[in-house]
């Protein structure tokens, strides 16, 4: 494929979802969308309903618990259960071997000299891992039989480090892929070199991402069940059932016709459930070798060591080029990610990276070199932000960095490197595309809701007359949403796979009463609001009351094509779904309203569930009348009409194109852009390296807003979460690859305490290519808050020359860097 | 604590007790190991004591024993022999009638993925017992024994204020601390 031809994609691409969007005939005032609503999924988790996985009764349930790795790397030599089995309540005890035997490998997007089984296979990989599944009557003794199981292990060396994982006598993870080096790959856009080369400054950092995690309140869970026609059921609070339902069938070696996932509310996900596979894998293999409903959930210790997703650990390299005005010419990022001991999602966070690598600014030079190691940790994968929100911090440190040494603001050298409301839609540098934005107005509407020179004043004052340091922190950053599949395996010249499809879909009944059901087609509840989403433009397309519409979540064997949450994508999607179904259901019910009062079609419309004509709206049906005649009074409606008033949709993403064959493009992938700028004012106490907020704006632009109230709850629970990566949350593993994070009181989860109050704002710049405009937000504040904090702190300890290089920066850090500079001082002055 | 023991039941194995829980007399043996947790989930089937961590950090199984919160998971159903216990579905377990408290985190947002909820309802209950006004700050400090992953707290303080409003503006029932049902019309603590 030429340039050329890659062009005329990317414009037929365009148009197409321009139309697609585009609303039909001028403004319309919107009655629900734009309005704070109530939820609707409220009143059950309010009564303690929620039915989440653990709350699932089931006759004849019978229950796992897991005897985990207590070494990071080694043999499984024999494993003893005599006493376990001997345990009145244990029914059995299920290994790696039974695994091997019986299943193929799981799901996995990375390589498949990488594979994976649920319980560990000859090796142990981690701290943590699954070796052996006790099932037994209840939990209790389910773990009784744990304890009394004898297993022993030859350790091999530890491979913890991962620049010493690429060592040429480092230990294998796995010997047939013959490398610690999982994946490695160069993307050059632009002209790189000679931008570097004509640059009057380049900015360098050596930066480390912690390893954290979604860490949801609720552990991850699964019921495997055989049911009839030898259909094993499987509940489970994964999420994206329609993607993995087919792989966990190839797994367990079943057709993909005999396994149905129901899915399970989730207590939060935050990614760590998105695509989780090892936990219904887990639960439906234990059930088809007992032959009865086995539950396994996670406790925290299994979560903490042994989920799906530990979350980006990375180590860049990472420069910047600037002219001498502070006009960015160009990025440089060379990065190791520290996957741990498997690839289950492949590289895909990084292509997350990719679709906003040049941020808010307008540069076109940018290479990524990407190495993805393989160490004796937890796998890693989805965290909100799924990888791009750590490129956030990295461009947003080495613009800093900028700023300080061309002596400008931070605000200052941001808006002069802003892409313009008249630049869009843009593309970036990769290929992808910025839908629309208006990144001034965002930055004026943050600046607007903080007096920054009262603080700058302030933090003067304050240093001098009463020996505190104030640190003021500013930054804008991207939030992409609405991933298409290309993202996962672009990476590859020959991608096994090469999906290209992510839709949503839903379907819309009016009942013979007139009463609305939505059947949502690829997941359950799972902490954000998918059914007041639904109700509300439910509401907005027939003027039911939004109360009124029952939402319902069909089962994998049931389901209309569907991707589920995750980047951010669905309330964009299923808004698509839902509206596509809606006008499918005017159509017929004006079709049905105009036959019975012999009224043209067109001179019919649908306000507030009734359907009347134009101009005299005495004359009309009520939507119950219309259903009534839809479903019991066949010889009513017109000629060739079939009964019933039931609608489906799927809507397919709204704007992707192929990567060029080259990868010179990688295509438009995640185009729907929101923005965000956050400023924050902190007080560092450089004896205790306690840190106290003193101010916090975050003003976020996800285009068109559905319902503000649920909006700013992302905002202030992902800043939240954005506090505990910068400050507190690490998942950390000593030199010998042992687990120190074992516990909540080792991985510091953010109390109210550490939160600072919010001011909220909000921008819409619509985006034209999703129906009402709508952008994704539900990453919210943790795009933008280790940013922020970073600056925050080191313009507070500025004089001691603090630098955040590495998240989390705990107080210890903070102290040490104080201490060390006040030795220096100290030498300096003897 | 008395301990009742029955006929050939080993004492240091199970207990039989009897303990008031949302306004009801309960009894029932139950086994020494068994938590106070796993008791109210498995056999009384009140699910909205959620297990986030099982080692007392979290917060999410939260309860009231004789008007204080406390955590389920910490302690054993045997030591509640003789004591008054709240779930939130002492409030309200009727999902079209709320209490206030439960109304408030409704209007204000005080919730996402509900699984801290119902031990966020009851510390907000316990709190706002004495009928004092708080600032936000008070109120975030007496929230921050419970862990929420989904808020960012902010919503959950604004929930707590709203709640006082609506108790100071014309309590439905008293809320006084112990008294087992609340404001709720729903004397049955399983349902």
Redesign the interface.
Known sequence: MTSDTTNDAFNDALARAAEAAAPSGGQVKRKYIGRSM??V??????????G?I??Q?IAGLTHAAIFRSPVAHGRIVSIDATAALAIPGVIAVVTGEDCRAKMNPCMNFGPSTIPQYPLAVDKVRYVGEAVVAVIADTR?LAEDGVDALDVEFEELPPVVNPFKALEADAALLHEGHGSNLAYERSFTFGEVDEAFERADLVVSDTLHWGRSAG?????TGAIGKPGLNGVLEIYCNSMNFSYFVWLIATALKLPSNRVTINPV????S?GSKFTAHKVPTLAGFLALQVNRPVSYVE??LDHLMNSDHHASDRYYEAKLALTCDGTIVGMDVDVVDDYGAYLQFGVGTHGNALSQGVGPYNFNNLRYHLRAVLTNKCQQGAYRGFGSEVHNWVLERLVDQAAEKLGMAPEVIRRKNFIQPEQFPHKIPGGNLYDSGDYEAVLDKALSMIDLEHWRKEKKRLREEENRYIGIGLVTTQERSVFSSTEFWYWFDEPAFPITSSPESATITIDPSGEFQVLLHSQA?????PETVAAMVVAEEFGVEPDKVNIRYADSAHALPGTGPGGSRFTVMVTGAIRGAAKKLQKKIIEIAAHTLEVPPEDMEITDARVQVKGAPEVGLSLGEVAATAYFFALNLPPGMTSGLEEQHTYDHPLTTLPSPDRSDLGIFYPIMGHNCHIAVMEVDPDTGMTTWLDYVAVHDAGTIVNP??L??H???????GVGTALLEELAYDEDGQFKSS???DYL?P???E?P??KLGHVETPSPYTEYGIKGGGEG?RMATPGVISAAIDDALREFGMHVQNLPVKPSDIVATVLAAREQQKEQRS | MTIQTQGGVDPTLQRTITARVNGRDVSGVV?T??TLADWL?DEL???????????G??G?CTILLDGQSVRACLMLAAQVNGRDVE???SL?????K?HPI?EA???E?G????????AM?LRTKEILADGRERT?EEV??D???I???????????NSVQCAARKLRAGSPAPIAAGTGTGGSSDQNPGA
Request: charged share 20%; hydrophobic share 30%; net charge negative.
């Open positions: 109530k939820r999924e409220d009143p059950r988790l309010l009564t303690g309903r929620g989440f653990a709350d009764k209790y860490m949801p309140l609720e552990t509310p989730a207590g939060g935050f406790d925290r509840m799972w902490g954000n609001s109230i649920t700013g709850g905002v202030t629970g992902g800043t939240a979460q516990t909540f009181l989860i109390t109210a305490n939160i109050a919010m504040g | 086994d190991r068994t989930r089937d009140l699910v909205s004591v959620h297990l986030g961590c099982e080692h950090v979290c999410c779930t939130v579905e309200s377990s009727d999902q079209t709320l439960q985190f409704q209007e947002h919730l996402q993925c509900g699984f801290c909820t119902p309802v936000d975030r400090q929230i921050s024994g862990l929420c992953r989904c808020t960012g707290y902010q919503n959950i303080i």
